[in-house]
């Protein structure tokens, strides 16, 4: 096994131009031996070209690229393909070698191609036609060969080069989910083996399992670099990937799922109508995944940061009130939430429970109703059964409901007459 490098590779301030376009914009990168790092990014994001300038393909409209402590200029084509194996998004694979040959051509760089190769070359072509499951195709035309068995291929023709830091640029592209697992399970083990790995992926969820960190790309610029824990935020992706996601954990790993936002799915008017939820004890959990499912960005609060519904807002990237848990609710806290609630179109009383440290929620509800604005009052079970403030918060409900609050009589009716309300909304602006 080669050694690691002992400095990084890295990108200092680089861009690429290619005629009047601006693909790659003072993007500075540094990639320390040991990394196992993801690139993520949109199409278009500079991803590819980033990969490419980075092993000399490519040469900088400005900046620097450095391996091992020296400029890249300074490496002849065989020094560089001695540190750096590179497996590209597209290659021709046309000629009519055999697989088994195609594989020996990754030990170019290390003297001898062609004849009787030397042992180490022949083991090393067999071991990387072993890793990627090709053995049994050692002998057959590549002219022969499916998308993704030329695909493995070339992933083989690169290990076989036997260097010190691997990039790969979409190497699942053609791969069914099966080998896609074999490819990402093979680099975790080089990776473990010392090998340092950087790979373009498109497949967030691929990324957050195996890679240990993530470099996301928009727009030619590196706009965020952290673990996957730091990095796969609905925030971040929204912004990124213009997606809004749920944030899950498996394994001590995130893992996203994508919510439907289809313009069949998604409510008229939902982007340009707030909702403000008023909530506690998870109270709204479902209701807040129902609104976010019809394109809704609902405001939430005041919450303990032990709630389910601070739990569920943050996997949905919502804005959302704290507080610590079990004292009463802190002023500064309730100052927030009645910023929101005034900014919001529609207020939503969810069904908690009620003590004298949880009613300035209800009292903004009230402020609200008074004002004549849109609220929702969802009493079920009904208010008695969750009233432990001696009748005050019984009161307050009794209080919006004569000053033209709505009383509704589950989560569904709620969610209807929301989207109901944003369509009209829209047709009115409209």
Not at 165 to 177: G, K, R, V
Request: proline letters at 7%; charged letters at 20%.
């Amino acid at each position: 096994m080669p050694a690691p490098l002992d400095a990084p590779l890295e990108a200092r301030g680089v861009s690429v131009r290619f005629g009047p376009r601006t693909v790659l914009q003072d993007v500075d990168l540094a990639v320390a031996a040991g990394t196992f790092l993801g690139l993520l990014g949109p199409n278009g994001s500079g991803k590819t070209t980033l990969l490419r300038a980075l092993t000399g393909a490519v040469v900088p409209s400005r900046g620097r690229v450095l391996l091992d402590g020296r400029e890249l200029p300074r490496f002849t084509r065989p020094e560089i393909a001695r540190k750096i194996g590179v497996v590209p998004q597209t290659f021709n694979l046309d000629f009519k070698f055999t697989v088994k040959e195609v594989v020996a051509l990754g030990r170019y760089a290390h003297g001898k191609t062609w004849g009787a190769p030397p042992p180490e070359d022949a083991n090393a072509v067999a071991t990387a036609m072993d890793a990627l499951g090709i053995a049994g195709l050692a002998d057959r035309p590549v002219t022969q060969l499916s998308g993704g068995e030329r695909q493995r291929v070339l992933i083989a023709q690169t290990l076989a080069q036997e260097t010190p830091l691997l990039l790969l640029d979409e190497p699942l592209n053609n791969l069914d989910l099966n080998h896609q697992l074999e490819v990402m399970q093979l680099l975790a083990r080089l990776h473990a083996a010392g090998r340092t790995i950087v790979v373009v992926l498109h497949d967030i969820n691929m990324a957050a399992q195996y890679c240990r960190e993530l470099a996301v790309l928009a727009d030619g610029r590196l706009v965020a670099r952290g673990t996957p824990d730091q990095l796969l935020t609905p925030v971040l992706l929204l912004e990124v990937f213009g997606i809004r996601v749920a944030v899950h954990r498996e394994g001590g790993r995130p893992y996203i799922t994508p919510l439907s936002l289809a313009p069949a799915a998604r409510a008229r008017g939902a982007a340009g109508y707030q909702v403000h939820v008023i909530t506690g004890g998870g109270a709204a959990v479902g209701l807040l995944e129902d609104l976010t499912q019809k394109g809704f960005t609902p405001t939430v609060g005041v919450v303990s940061v032990f709630d389910y519904d601070y739990e569920t807002a943050r996997r949905y990237g919502l804005d959302v009130v704290s507080a610590p848990p079990f004292q009463p609710l802190p002023a500064e806290a309730v100052a927030e939430e009645r910023v929101m609630a005034a900014e919001a179109d529609c207020l939503i009383v969810t069904p908690q429970v009620f003590g004298p440290g949880n009613l300035a929620g209800l009292e903004v509800a009230l402020e609200a109703a008074l004002d004549g604005r849109c609220v929702l009052v969802l009493d079920v079970p009904p208010i008695g059964e969750r009233d432990l403030s001696d009748g005050r918060a019984t009161a307050l409900q009794r209080g919006m409901l004569a000053s033209g609050a709505v009383l509704m009589p589950d989560a569904a009716s709620v969610l209807t007459t929301v989207c109901e309300r944003a369509g009209r909304r829209q047709s009115s602006c409209g």
